[in-house]
């Protein structure tokens, strides 16, 4: 190999180790802002996640072939039990010559309990795909308000719970102000979430999160009851 | 011979269209009544808790004769009613007027607002209509989506032929928002 091959191959080597210098960097800084964060908020911060969270069945934990939690921040706050935490996941594919490539996918998420025991309910923004199925006839869960049918796709395993949490008060909140963030809730919990944001923008998030909860209505509890038996 | 078999094909599958969507509408119609049962036994929940609020404010109020009249008249009639959603709308809209009334009246004696069993059951019949509100918008939803169904090109020519007509919506008032709305915020517990 002559001297100019050596050199290519230094520079490549080079320019790999600054990729992940940077890449590290970048991490550390986010983690540090995690934990001022959290300091902050008077909440714990944690590197990994201590509570299997991506193990809870809703359905973003439940997308692409490989997926991970990390920087989370728990505990009760202003009388709410949350947890904040960043969330990917990976899809691979192969294209026909058996290329594999792979695609990241990161979120921003939000939990809290909800003082109820629900079965899934998911809160989407309607997309192009969706809102055109709406005009071929296929319908997801409709309800009173055609506004909020058009910006929001609701899907349940019980219709009847959806119509119990989406009421008035609750759509028209999520028409004026909950469309920053999708919503899961199952069982006793509430997953709010995001495209990844920046850690100082996690309070706008928690600020969403703690809304959406006051806006759940309270039949929800009397409907579902938190022991189980559905009334 | 290959004429043939489209038209076979197309029939085929014209058959199983036209069968799923029967059993689409069947499964509609059965929920629709199914939703209507919850209602109707949210408003039988209301009928019941009104015999204990109205003797809770006589215990206060005994010489209110007329609003408990009312009341016992406009229950009874609501009991009576059995007949189709919008006919039982109807019958409920002078119960939640008497009892409207019935809450004005216990506003103006401060010992039966301030007594533990009238706030109770105050708390009983709001949750009642909170649940009646939730039952009622489940049971408009289903109805919604069947009746679109029923209106809509190619279900309505199905709809026509099988004789599923347009269900009615039920609206009825709240009858009662006094008990304050508990404040979840707070509630929170550990994930």
């Known amino acids: 190999m002559n001297a100019g091959g050596i050199l290519f191959i230094l520079l490549v080597l080079f320019l790999i180790g600054c990729g992940a210098w940077i890449a590290y960097r970048i991490q550390q800084k986010r983690r540090e802002e995690f934990f001022m964060l959290a300091t902050k908020l008077g909440l714990t911060y944690s590197r990994d996640d201590p509570f299997d969270t991506v193990d809870y069945p809703f359905d973003l934990f439940g997308r692409g072939d490989k997926r991970g939690a990390e920087n989370f921040i728990y505990g009760v706050t202003n009388g709410l039990d949350v947890r904040l935490f960043d969330y990917y996941y990976v899809e691979y594919s192969s294209d026909t ?43 997801d869960i409709e309800f009173e308000s055609e506004e909020f049918n058009r910006a929001w796709k609701v899907h349940a395993e019980d219709k009847k719970c959806a119509y119990a949490l989406c009421d008035a008060r609750m759509m028209q909140w999520l028409l004026d102000e909950g469309g920053v963030a999708q919503y899961e809730v199952y069982g006793r919990v509430i997953l709010c979430y995001t495209k990844r944001v920046s850690p100082p923008e996690y309070e706008n998030l928690l600020e969403v999160l703690r809304r959406f909860h006051a806006h759940v209505p309270t039949v929800l509890a009397s409907l579902y009851p938190r022991d189980g038996a559905k009334a | 011979m290959t004429v043939l078999y489209i038209v076979l094909l197309a029939v085929g599958v014209i058959l199983i269209a036209v069968a799923l969507s029967y059993n689409r509408f069947v499964s509609q119609r059965n929920l629709i009544r199914n939703s209507w049962a919850d209602v109707d036994s949210e408003l039988r929940r209301r009928y019941d808790l009104i015999p204990n609020l109205v003797s809770t404010v006589k215990g206060y109020a005994a010489h209110e004769k007329e609003i408990f009249e009312r009341v016992a008249e406009a229950r009874s009639a609501a009991v009576a009613a059995t007949g189709p959603v919008d006919q039982q ?42 649940r009646l509100q939730a039952a009622r918008r489940f049971y408009n939803g289903n109805v919604r989506d069947y009746n679109r169904r029923v209106q809509s090109f190619p279900s309505n020519i199905l709809a026509g032929m099988f004789g599923f007509h347009a269900e009615k919506f039920f609206e009825v008032e709240e009858a009662a928002r006094a008990a304050p709305a508990v404040d979840m915020t707070g509630q929170g517990g550990t994930p």
């Not at chain 1, 909800?114 to 998911?122: L, R």
């Not at chain 2, 409207?100 to 949750?127: I, M």
């Open chain 1, 97 to 139: 010559q058996g290329h594999r490539t792979s695609s990241t996918y990161r979120f921003s998420c939000a939990l809290t309990q909800v003082d109820a025991m629900c079965p899934h309910i998911a809160l989407e923004h309607e997309g192009l795909l969706s809102g055109f199925a709406r005009h071929l006839g296929f319908h």
């Open chain 2, 89 to 130: 709308a109807t019958a409920e809209a002078p119960l939640v007027s008497a009892l409207r009334g019935l809450l004005a009246v216990a506003e103006r004696y401060p010992d039966l607002k301030a007594s533990q069993n009238f706030l109770g059951l105050q708390h009983e019949l709001s949750n009642t209509e909170d």
